[in-house]
C-alpha cells in the first residue's frame, strides 16, 4: 500500500504565497516522476507541474514564474511553492506519484486525497 498525504492549502489574498507538501509512504521501491494538478469547480483536472525523479521540471503556462516544484527523495516528498498567487489558482491540489512498489509488478500511478487553496481578498 502506498499514501501521498498532502498539506498547506489555505486561504491566501491575492499575490500571497502558499508552499504545498506531499508525503509518499507505504511499501515504496522507487519514486519516478511526482507532480502536481488542480481542479477548479466545473472545470478539468489539470496538470500544475511535474519533476521526474532527476530533477527535470515540467510547468503549466499559467503558472510558470510563480510555481516552482522541487522534491527530496530522501524524504519521499514533493513540494509545490507558489508565489503571487491570482484568484483563478482556486481550486482543488491533488498530489500525484509514479511508483514502483515492493509488493506489485510495474509502476503504478498514486493520488494523494487533495487540499483546497482559495485565493480570495
Known amino acids: 500500500q502506498v499514501q501521498l498525504v498532502e498539506s498547506g492549502g489555505g486561504l491566501v489574498q491575492p499575490g500571497g504565497s502558499l508552499r504545498l507538501s506531499c508525503a509518499a509512504s507505504g511499501t515504496i521501491f522507487t519514486i519516478y516522476a511526482m507532480g502536481w494538478y488542480r481542479q477548479a469547480p466545473g472545470k478539468q483536472r489539470e496538470l500544475v507541474a511535474a519533476i521526474t525523479s532527476g530533477g527535470s521540471t515540467n510547468y503549466a503556462g499559467s503558472v510558470k514564474g510563480r510555481f516552482t516544484i522541487d522534491r527530496d527523495n530522501a524524504k519521499n516528498t514533493v513540494y509545490l511553492q507558489m508565489n503571487s498567487l491570482k484568484p483563478e489558482d482556486t481550486a482543488v491540489y491533488y498530489c500525484?506519484?509514479?511508483?514502483?512498489?515492493?509488493?506489485?509488478?510495474?509502476?503504478?500511478?498514486?493520488w494523494g486525497q487533495g487540499t483546497q487553496v482559495t485565493v480570495s481578498s
Open positions: 500525484n506519484g509514479r511508483i514502483a512498489t515492493m509488493t506489485l509488478p510495474g509502476e503504478y500511478d498514486y
